[in-house]
T-cell receptor
Framework: KAGVTQTPRYLIKTRGQQVTLSCSPI?????VSWYQQTPGQGLQFLFE???????NKGNFPGRFSGRQFSNSRSEMNVSTLELGDSALYLC????????????FGEGSWLTVV | GENVEQHPSTLSVQEGDSAVIKCTYS??????FPWYKQELGKGPQLIID?????GEKKDQRIAVTLNKTAKHFSLHITETQPEDSAVYFC???????????????FGAGTRLAVHP
């Protein structure tokens, strides 16, 4: 059974640009959530999608957005990139009920220059 | 707000010794407590989890205990090996009353070094 797949693994962007990251959850999982990991702030929850609907959101500015498709694959977008957006962006998948096991992908390393 | 505190931030042990990492959470409605191991350049790997209706769970050399009254849970690794060296994160689920679902609140992490 394939795990959580994230693409791209590494990318470099310039300030002001926008970026789209992709996540394919484990087969059969309907919930996809996104986290930002930085040395200073640790792992922080961005948002969660379930059945194409955002049902939970963290404390990030509106420049961070996401969506989920009917096949449960998800994308997150960051617009008007800032240097502080440099981070490891992690996708996690689960079946969707509170208390379900949550599995993470390997992440997408974003560097903003 | 929801918060998870994790101690210690660094832990150094000799191969074969035990390692214990402790976490305290703030939201009494949290009901799911996973532990993740993260190696350099990789995503967090689930190593064990426990739910609020269970006090202890063991998987080979790894065990987790949960004290809901005190709102703390701990990871115990016995017979440590050099390959156990990594950063370990505890997490607690956000409660359903706040729309938690699969929102995890993470501790700051513990860097474990196992010396041969």
């Amino acid at each position: 059974k394939a795990g959580v797949t994230q693409t791209p693994r590494y990318l470099i962007k310039t300030r002001g640009q926008q970026v789209t990251l992709s996540c394919s959850p484990i087969s059969g999982h309907r919930s996809v959530s996104w986290y930002q990991q930085t040395p200073g702030q640790g792992l922080q929850f961005l948002f969660e999608y379930f059945s194409e609907t955002q049902r939970n959101k963290g404390n990030f500015p509106g420049r961070f957005s996401g969506r989920q498709f009917s096949n449960s694959r998800s994308e997150m977008n960051v617009s008007t990139l800032e240097l502080g957006d440099s981070a490891l962006y992690l996708c996690a998948s689960s079946q969707g009920t509170t208390g379900n096991t949550i599995y993470f992908g390997e992440g997408s390393w974003l560097t903003v220059v | 707000g929801e918060n998870v505190e994790q101690h210690p931030s660094t832990l150094s042990v000799q191969e074969g010794d035990s390692a214990v990492i402790k976490c305290t959470y703030s939201d009494s409605a949290s009901n799911y407590f996973p532990w993740y191991k993260q190696e350099l350049g990789k995503g967090p790997q689930l190593i064990i989890d426990i739910r609020s209706n269970v006090g202890e769970k063991k998987d080979q050399r790894i065990a987790v205990t949960l004290n809901k009254t005190a709102k703390h849970f701990s990871l115990h690794i016995t017979e440590t090996q050099p390959e156990d060296s990594a950063v370990y994160f505890c997490a607690a689920s956000g409660s359903t009353s706040s729309g938690g679902y699969n929102k995890l609140i993470f501790g700051a992490g513990t860097r474990l070094a196992v010396h041969p």
